[in-house]
């Protein structure tokens, strides 16, 4: 049993250590050589639109006449 958990132990840290990391650079190293040799390059960005002039507020409202409260029939307001 010794020697299964050594040979797993060993087994996971070259895993772990070595292969992970050489197939991260390789699929990196890929993707770069993909990108380069198979897209277009970048087009330069046009300038943006002109910022506009200083907030003008709108002007302010008349006021509108609120419509009269109808207070139905059983319920009254509080009386205070």
Do not use: Q
């Not at 040799?37 to 960005?45: A, G, I, W």
Request: charge should be negative; proline fraction near 15%; glycine fraction near 4%.
């Amino acid at each position: 049993m010794a020697v299964a958990v050594i040979v797993g132990l060993s087994f996971a840290t070259v895993l772990t250590l070595v292969l992970v990391p050489v197939l991260y650079s390789l699929v990196d190293d890929f993707a770069a050589f993909f990108r380069r040799h198979y897209t277009r390059p970048e087009e330069p960005k046009t300038a943006e639109p002109p910022v506009p002039g200083p907030y003008e507020p709108r002007p302010a409202r008349e006021p509108r006449e609120r419509e009269p409260v109808v207070v139905r029939e059983g319920l009254r307001p509080a009386e205070g």
